[in-house]
């Protein structure tokens, strides 16, 4: 069980100082627990220690960075029940979820304790011509300095790990910005991290008003700032952030082909879980699935029998697939969206009913461009299918958005494989699979309104340093 409050944390140190944020159980509507709130003084004060914590941050061994997030996997392994009941409670992930993500969680800091010790420079020729003679080069990465990370909901401990390990791997000290909605898991890290030998002042974990949390993206003393959710706000903090280097991780709409030679029964189960695991509260859950003509009907009947087999209910039960959507108002939205497709020509195959904060899951058919569904980012149990008889009409049809994450196609043929990589406008490609795929040491992320920059720990590593150049010159 939850306890009855957790506190904040403010320069390595839990601060109970009220019990201003309620922590809903979000399948029951239930206050689970409470938790402290920071104020705009508050986020200042962290700020400040983390602007002070740089040197010492920087002075970090890599093998003490690597220590620090050993420990951390560690002791999130011997919390790993407690982690995913407090998932399952506090964003209503079913518990089989859940436990995936604290998994993932462990490989997040796993990598980049693998990753800390790794962080190399480069030698450089510099005698490219006759003035250069007797000069040589050298190139080592430094850290950036105090880090600002703001996370979403949907996934409170992942997406959190992949702005903390990078940033302790690295030697950046940081200021964390968790969801209200689902606060606990990114205090549970601070509690961990709490336990190491960070410098005092590295560290910040701050459930936040949004009158104090502008500071995270305007304040200069922060050298960085990296961002997880919807486009609208992204777009907003990019623009409002001044000189410092942006990382934004934002929405999709993400598509998967299945041609005409996949393997259907392989390909219904990937789908089906795709666009429905997590409730369907991913960015890179699929949305829209487009099915060959000579597999159409085949897949079709497979696709709606597998989507109405899944049970919905409590996300405590070991058999629940579909849990509740982050909040009523969310799947009044989806329910809305639902009807506007159904009400412009869409079949609705099976799904569409809402009770409260619970959507069963939903397959609409043949949904005209221009309706939400098809345009915009469901984030939630719904999926789209139609059909398709030529392939290279179907990756337009991928490009034909806005948004561009990833894309999954189901094929055998190595040229259209190819061609899928070389044509798509997306940040991944996966053959094979589902656009949902992901592992945390991969490059991960988007383009168009899907985002700037990539996460993945060596990538994300990579953006938390800079280069620093020394030229030597040897007398001739």
């Known amino acids: 069980m939850l306890k009855d409050a957790y506190p904040y944390y403010l320069a390595n140190e839990a601060v109970f100082a009220n019990q201003d944020l309620e922590v809903t159980d979000k399948y029951s509507g239930d206050v689970a627990t409470r938790v402290a709130m920071a104020d705009a003084a508050t986020i200042d ?38 982690l995913a009941e407090a ?18 969680l462990i490989d997040t800091f796993r990598v980049a304790a693998e990753e800390a010790v790794r962080i190399e420079g480069e030698v450089l020729n510099l005698e490219i011509s006759a003035r250069a003679k007797g000069y040589r080069g050298m190139v080592k990465r430094v850290p950036i300095g105090p880090c ?20 302790i791997a690295a030697g950046c000290p940081f200021v964390l910005k968790p969801a209200s909605r689902t606060p606990i898991g990114a205090i549970i890290i601070g509690e961990v991290l709490a336990e190491t030998a960070l410098p005092k002042g590295a560290f910040s974990v701050l459930p936040c008003h949004r009158d104090g949390a502008d500071l995270f993206t305007t304040d200069d003393r922060f050298k960085l700032l990296s961002f997880t959710g919807s486009p609208d706000v992204g777009w907003d903090l990019k623009a409002r952030a001044g000189k410092k280097p942006v990382i934004l991780e934002l929405g999709g709409n993400a598509a998967v082909v299945v041609d005409e030679d996949a393997d259907l029964n392989d390909a219904v189960e990937r789908i089906v879980f795709g666009a429905f695991y997590q409730s369907g509260q991913s960015c890179i859950g699929v949305q829209r699935i487009m099915i060959h003509d000579k597999v159409y009907d085949a897949l079709k009947s497979k696709l709606v029998e597998k989507t109405a087999s899944l049970k919905m209910g409590d996300p405590k039960d070991e058999d629940t697939f579909i849990g509740p959507v982050i909040s009523e108002g969310e799947a009044s939205r989806l329910e809305n969206w639902i009807n506007e497709a ?22 609409l058919e043949d949904a005209p461009a221009g309706t939400h569904i098809v345009e915009e980012e469901a984030f ?3 999926a789209v299918i139609s059909r398709f008889s030529d392939f290279d009409a179907a990756l337009q049809a991928i490009n034909d958005s806005k948004f561009g994450l990833q894309a999954g196609i189901f094929t ?12 798509l406008e997306v940040g991944g490609v996966v053959i094979g699979d589902v656009p949902s795929w992901r592992v945390d040491n991969m490059p991960y992320g988007g ?28 007398p001739q």
């Open 148 to 167: 600002s990370f703001i996370s979403p909901f949907n996934f409170p401990l992942n997406l959190a790990a992949h702005k903390v390990a990078p940033a």
């Open 380 to 382: 939630g149990p719904v």
């Open 87 to 104: 998932l399952c409670i506090e964003a209503g992930k079913p518990i089989k979820d859940a436990r995936g993500e604290v998994t993932r």
């Open 447 to 474: 383009v168009k309104d899907s985002g700037l920059g990539r996460e993945g720990i060596r990538w994300a590593i990579n953006d938390m340093t800079e280069e620093r150049l020394l030229v030597i010159r040897t």
């Open 412 to 423: 055998r043929d190595l040229y259209k494989a190819q061609k899928a990589w070389d044509v």
């Open 45 to 82: 004060q962290a700020i400040e220690a983390a602007d002070k914590a740089s040197a010492a941050m920087a002075a970090l061994a890599p093998y003490e960075r690597q220590e620090i997030l050993y420990h951390c996997v560690k002791r999130f392994q011997e919390r790993f029940d407690e």
């Open 342 to 363: 159904v009400d412009a020509g869409a079949t609705l195959l099976t799904g569409g009913k809402r009770n409260g904060a619970m959507l069963e899951a939903t397959l």
